[in-house]
T-cell receptor
Framework: NAGVTQTPKFRVLKTGQSMTLLCAQD?????MYWYRQDPGMGLRLIHY???????AKGEVPDGYNVSRLKKQNFLLGLESAAPSQTSVYFC??????????????FGDGTRLSIL | DAKTTQPPSMDCAEGRAANLPCNHS???????VYWYRQIHSQGPQYIIHGLKNNETNEMASLIITEDRKSSTLILPHATLRDTAVYYCIDHLTLEYGNKLVFGAGTILRVKS
């Protein structure tokens, strides 16, 4: 089973460029999340979604936008990339609120460098 | 900010049990204790979770004290592939989203 798949795996951008990170899950999960991880630190939540067509802000949402047009996909956009957004980005998914306290399943990350 | 406290690093001999402690000084009655690990360059991997009772699965055992202020993750027979950063998390299920707050974790080094 594929689980959670993130594309691309690596990317280098110049300051001011835009890009979209794609996350796809094949587990029919309701909830999806985007985190970032900086060197030596734990993960921080950027945005999350509790279902198709819904999104909400996490801990560090500034500079990012998200969309959940299809249940299986969660897109993270950087409109104008800044060096401070150099990080490893992880997507995760989990079952919905009716199956509470279900674990999150993570992808292998996208390593993004902003020059 | 992370609400749990873990030692920054631990060593364990291959084949021996690894016991990773965690303090949950501010845990509330409806928060679960979750453990994840992150092997270098990979995404976090779910290990185990529990509320009050001790739990065991194919990967590990979880011991939670009666007052729930501390927990211990036990890897019964550690292997070199268990070398990773281990995170304990107080997990509150909110109406909108299950938010995980990661701290710095414990670096477990399994040595041959």
């Amino acid at each position: 089973n594929a689980g959670v798949t993130q594309t691309p795996k690596f990317r280098v951008l110049k300051t001011g460029q835009s890009m979209t990170l794609l996350c796809a899950q094949d587990m029919n999960h309701e909830y999806m999340y985007w985190y970032r991880q900086d060197p030596g630190m734990g993960l921080r939540l950027i945005h999350y979604s509790v279902g198709e067509g819904t999104t909400a802000k996490g801990e560090v949402p500034d500079g990012y936008n998200v969309s959940r047009l299809k249940k299986q996909n969660f897109l993270l956009g950087l409109e104008s990339a800044a060096p401070s957004q150099t990080s490893v980005y992880f997507c995760a998914s989990s079952l919905g609120v009716l199956r509470s306290n279900q674990p999150q399943h993570f992808g292998d990350g996208t390593r993004l460098s902003i020059l | 900010d992370a609400k749990t406290t873990q030692p920054p690093s631990m060593d364990c001999a291959e084949g021996r049990a690894a016991n990773l402690p965690c303090n949950h000084s501010t845990i509330s009655g409806n928060e679960y204790v979750y453990w994840y690990r992150q092997i270098h360059s990979q995404g976090p991997q779910y290990i185990i979770h529990g509320l009050k009772n001790n739990e065991t699965n194919e990967m590990a055992s979880l011991i939670i004290t009666e007052d729930r202020k501390s927990s211990t993750l036990i890897l019964p027979h550690a292997t070199l592939r268990d070398t990773a950063v281990y995170y304990c998390i107080d997990h509150l299920t909110l109406e909108y989203g299950n938010k995980l707050v990661f701290g710095a974790g414990t670096i477990l080094r399994v040595k041959s």
